[in-house]
């Protein structure tokens, strides 16, 4: 039986930092051959938090349009599906809860971006790496993924290993190892996230050896590539399935917030 692909991670323009219509994304997903796409924009916050990255409250209906559109356009050549990236950021949890009850949603991914005010991911603040114990930078995040497993709001984990995305690497491994507890302890998946390899760790998230802890503890995997433009939808996906296969984990994906696979 061929394996039915979806690149379940995907955003809009509406984010402020990405290029392409859903349409052009879907697209790019069936000249890929894949069975479908679920997209997953950076949802709304409070006002305060992060406003250039990520769609506002008034322009949520907007997205919701869009994707439905392209939805009923490849009707019968690729099932479009409509999800969210949400953010776990401590004080934030009934914010977020109220979005994701306001509508349906097919999957809806929890990832961190923030440590405190830091927005450890963003070039921009790079060298804030050199003011800080490594250790305790992975530390503190991989608290807050313990935290965003156990809210209850989310389906899968984005990007597991985020702060190794500018080179800097987990000194220590085991506060991973914890993470990984809570998300298996909670049934949720992770995001395997293939965009790692098109930024200078040159890895995909989760790195070879958090993927094969991860499927030691049963932890599904939904693939996705991160797409902030619809020539990376699918990218890397053949590499994504043999690191999976190699350690014997598992491909899920979610529709209605169930999984699948």
């Known amino acids: 039986m061929t394996l039915a692909l979806f690149d379940s991670h995907m955003h809009t323009p509406l984010c402020g930092h990405?290029?392409?219509t859903p349409t052009e994304y879907a697209q790019a997903a069936l000249d890929a051959g894949l069975s479908g796409v679920c997209f997953t924009d950076h949802m709304p916050m409070p006002a305060w938090y992060?406003?250039?990255?990520?769609?506002?409250l008034d322009?949520?209906?907007?997205?919701?349009?869009?994707?439905?559109?392209?939805?009923?356009?490849?009707?019968?050549?690729?099932?479009?599906?409509?999800?969210?990236e949400a953010d776990y950021h401590p004080g934030t949890e009934r914010f977020v809860e109220g979005v994701l009850e306001a509508h349906t949603w097919d999957y809806v991914i929890g990832s961190v971006h923030y440590i405190g005010a830091w927005g450890f991911?963003?070039?921009e603040f790079v060298a804030e790496y050199d003011a800080r114990d490594l250790g305790s930078i992975y530390r503190h995040y991989y608290t807050l993924i313990e935290?965003?497993?156990?809210?209850?709001?989310?389906d899968a984990l984005g990007h597991l290993d985020l702060p190794k995305k500018f080179g800097h690497r987990d000194p220590d491994g085991y506060a991973a190892l914890h993470a990984l507890d809570v998300v298996a302890e909670r049934g949720l998946s992770l995001d395997f996230n293939t965009a790692g390899w098109r930024?200078?760790?040159?890895?995909?998230?989760?790195?070879?050896d958090l993927t094969r802890a991860a499927a030691d503890r049963g932890i599904g995997f939904v693939l996705g590539s991160d797409a902030h433009r619809p020539q990376e939808v699918g990218s890397r996906f053949t590499d994504a399935l043999k690191q999976i296969h190699d350690v014997g984990g598992r491909v899920v994906n979610y529709a209605g917030r169930v999984r699948h696979g």
Not at 50 to 56: E, F, G, I, Q, T
Not at 59 to 83: H, I, P
Not at 147 to 154: E, I, Q, V
């Open 59 to 84: 322009q949520l209906q907007e997205y919701r349009d869009s994707v439905l559109a392209a939805r009923e356009a490849f009707a019968g050549r690729l099932e479009v599906r409509l999800g969210l």
């Open 121 to 123: 991911d963003n070039p």
């Open 50 to 56: 992060d406003a250039p990255w990520r769609m506002r």
């Open 18 to 20: 990405a290029a392409g």
């Open 199 to 208: 930024k200078p760790v040159r890895e995909a998230y989760p790195a070879p």
């Open 147 to 154: 935290g965003a497993a156990r809210t209850g709001l989310f």
